[in-house]
């Protein structure tokens, strides 16, 4: 995984031709809910059960890759955003390169739902560097149900990216990857065993308290969690406290959710230390996302020097990327 280059010319064309034969951008989803619920289940190439790893490497076209992963809530509550969304996420990959923020981005796209009621509670793709990420993301299952608690899996997903991904540029340079959470909800009060064996295949034997999910994983992984306008919980301040309480700044809430693309480009050139956020908004501006701007600049106005808090040490690791650099 990981070959090959971005085309935007092809990913527009792809597109014309969808709508010129009418063909539904989330076609997997069409075919889906075209069958019985009790046939639901994710696509093959979606599935976390049994992987051992999902690889970011570095090839001969990428030679300094980089670990982009974005997996976002696809629940009842989400509305329409996982379709918005969609319009702009497959174009991330070109508004890196395009600005300089990262020389070889690799992108993986998953789902995420509740494993206390859903049928497809996790989906994880693969990393890829060309316009496969584009057939990645529509083949994500967009479920639409979610248990009605206020809590959906994400620390089902936290738990995936920090035990079975590996990425060399993490294991060679030990440099971290980027990881985007995009719901409206609350984690579940603990990450149960049970559900890690029946979806993922871990032999786990006990539950796992969240907050040392993310610690653990932010050893390797700059996390932020990002919770979209027309969402149900928007503006409920229980779900900002527990993710500012969780993560801190890394906490971004978006007035626009057709502009999650270019949130996500901003962070990471900020992160990368590529750009201020005035510079961001320029070169924005400048690839005529000049609305979207706007809201991106109201997400990160907060953003800078940041950490994620880590008030206890991680636990010991047993993922594939719990290597020490020599």
Known sequence: ???????????????????????????????????????????????PKNVDARECRDSPDHADSTPIAVLFDVTGSMGRVPQIMQRKLGKLHGLLQRKGYLTDPQLMFGGIGDADSDRVPLQIGQFESDNRMDEQLRTIFLEGNGGGQKSESYELAAYFVARHVTTDAWQKRGRKGYLFLIGDELNKPRLEARHIRRIIGDDIKEDIDPASVYRELSRKWHVYFVLPNQSSYYHDQDIADHWRDLLGQRFLKLDDPGAVCELIAATIGMEERVVDLDQAMVDLAEIGSIAESKAVGKALVHVGGHTVATTAAPPQLDGPDDVTLT
């Open 1 to 47: 995984m990981g070959h090959g280059k971005w085309d935007d010319n092809a990913y527009a064309a792809a597109k014309t031709f969808r709508a010129a034969k009418g063909i539904d951008d989330f076609g997997y989803t069409a075919t889906m809910r075209s069958r019985p619920a009790k046939e639901w289940k994710a696509d093959p190439t979606l599935d």
